[in-house]
């Protein structure tokens, strides 16, 4: 099973991906470290990247992604994946899952005044707001960014199991 937890800056995509990894007993990886040191440098300075400044950065995730894939590990990422053709890009042909990590602009800004050492500044968190395209319940689990992340890393793994059991059930019968 590969898992992308998604949202934009400050939702807590790396606290929680490092819990449901571990809970799950599998690896995680953080979308920055797919980031060219440009980018970084970019972001550093208050500019937010364009879709070209995205592009071989969501390439190199999908071939992590696929990687993993292919290897037959249970993996969780995490990434922005603000916008519809990012989450498509990543997926390609894998069936992963999404989980999006959903909060209000004030939540998420005064998290990030909060952060140290990261190099994302929280005057770019208007840019990601602007860009995000939202999954749908169909496409992603939602998580409330509110909930402390033991109660996220709980109902994600609780959602996970009830519908790994529903696609493991066999079909109800009428008969005995």
């Known amino acids: 099973m590969i898992i992308v937890v998604m949202g934009v800056a400050g939702s807590g995509k790396t606290t929680i991906g490092t819990a449901l990894?571990?809970?799950?007993?599998?690896?995680?990886?953080?979308a920055d470290q797919f980031h060219s040191e440009a980018n970084k440098l970019k972001m550093a300075r208050g500019v937010a990247l364009t879709d070209e400044d995205r592009l071989p950065w969501l390439q190199n995730m999908h071939a992590a992604i696929a990687a993993q894939e292919r290897l037959g590990h249970d993996h969780v990422f995490a990434c922005s994946a603000l916008k519809r053709r990012y989450r498509e890009m990543l997926r390609g042909d894998s069936a992963l899952r999404l989980v999006f990590l959903q909060g209000s602009a004030e939540l998420l800004a005064e998290r990030l005044s909060q952060r140290r050492g990261h190099f994302f500044p929280v005057e770019l968190l208007q840019d990601q707001l602007d860009n995000l395209e939202p999954p749908t319940a169909q496409e992603a689990l939602i998580m409330d960014i509110r909930l402390s992340p033991d109660e996220i890393v709980e109902a994600i793994v609780q959602r996970l199991c009830n519908d790994q059991a529903n696609v493991e059930a066999p079909p109800a019968t009428d008969r005995p």
């Open 21 to 30: 990894a571990a809970r799950l007993g599998c690896g995680f990886s953080d």
